[in-house]
């Protein structure tokens, strides 16, 4: 069985609204077709999604095809949260997380 496990660096998404310089980081771990992800995505002063965004793109491995995969995203207060979709190697954001300094996320899904 495949083991993998990494650093990898997501790609500002075209969802994300970010006051200041934007900044992420991610890890992950693959175990055969498995993929669990972590990451982060930063602006200097803020950073916010609009529900159905797309947070980030770059995932470390895509997505298999037809495959319904889900995680979570919370902002830095842990005051708001949204279910996170992915499809190929982009993250969603369901609902809307305002403006937060830090937007956390992960996710698990199949390749």
Not at 21 to 35: D, E, K, W
Not at 36 to 58: D, E
Request: aromatic fraction near 8%; glycine fraction near 12%; include cysteine.
């Amino acid at each position: 069985m495949l083991f993998r496990s990494g650093t990898w660096t997501p790609n500002q998404g075209s969802g994300l609204t970010v006051v200041g310089t934007f900044g992420s980081a991610g890890t992950y771990t693959r175990i055969g077709r498995l993929v669990y992800v972590r990451g982060q995505v930063t602006g200097t002063t803020s950073v916010a999604a609009a529900a159905s965004a797309l947070i980030c793109t770059n995932l470390p491995f895509t997505a298999a095809s037809g495959q319904s995969s889900s995680g979570a995203a919370v902002n830095d207060a842990v005051s708001a949260s949204a279910t996170s979709l992915i499809a190929n190697a982009t993250i969603y954001a369901v609902q809307a997380i305002g403006a937060t300094p830090v937007i956390g996320f992960s996710a698990t899904y199949q390749v």
